[in-house]
Nanobody
Framework: QVQLVERGGGLVQAGGSLRLSCVAS????????MSWFRQAPGKEREFVAA????????YYANSVKGRFTISRDYAKNTVYLQMNSLKPEDTAVYSC??????????????????WGQGTQVTVSS
């Protein structure tokens, strides 16, 4: 399985921006569907965004569409989550996840076998 390490969390004011990165170890990065999930205190983990394997498609939760962008750098085995116009309700631990050649238009945590350790994003009002 691929190993994942996230970076880039922190504290930001509402309306601000952050960029998260997730570096994947191993080969065949392009063959993994990469996604971001988040979990706020007392809530279930929820889907944020995904980039399908070989980067053919991207998907977003309605709550972040138009504000967040997922992208990949294949040379660096890295997936990014650019978060703009952040809101206090975006506060959560954000985790990246990988799934070998997974294809779907909907995503749940059980679809992914490899996870990073998570990074805290806090948006103050």
């Amino acid at each position: 399985q691929v190993q994942l390490v996230e970076r880039g969390g922190g504290l930001v004011q509402a309306g601000g921006s952050l960029r998260l990165s997730c570096v994947a170890s191993g080969r065949a990065f392009s063959e993994y569907t990469m996604s971001w999930f988040r979990q706020a205190p007392g809530k279930e983990r929820e889907f944020v965004a995904a980039s399908s394997w070989r980067g053919a498609n991207t998907y977003y939760a309605n709550s972040v569409k138009g504000r967040f962008t997922i992208s990949r750098d294949y040379a660096k085995n890295t997936v990014y989550l650019q978060m703009n116009s952040l809101k206090p309700e975006d506060t959560a631990v954000y985790s990246c996840a990988a799934s070998w050649r997974y294809s779907s238009s909907t995503y749940s945590p059980s679809d992914f076998g490899s996870w990073g350790q998570g990074t805290q994003v806090t948006v103050s009002s």
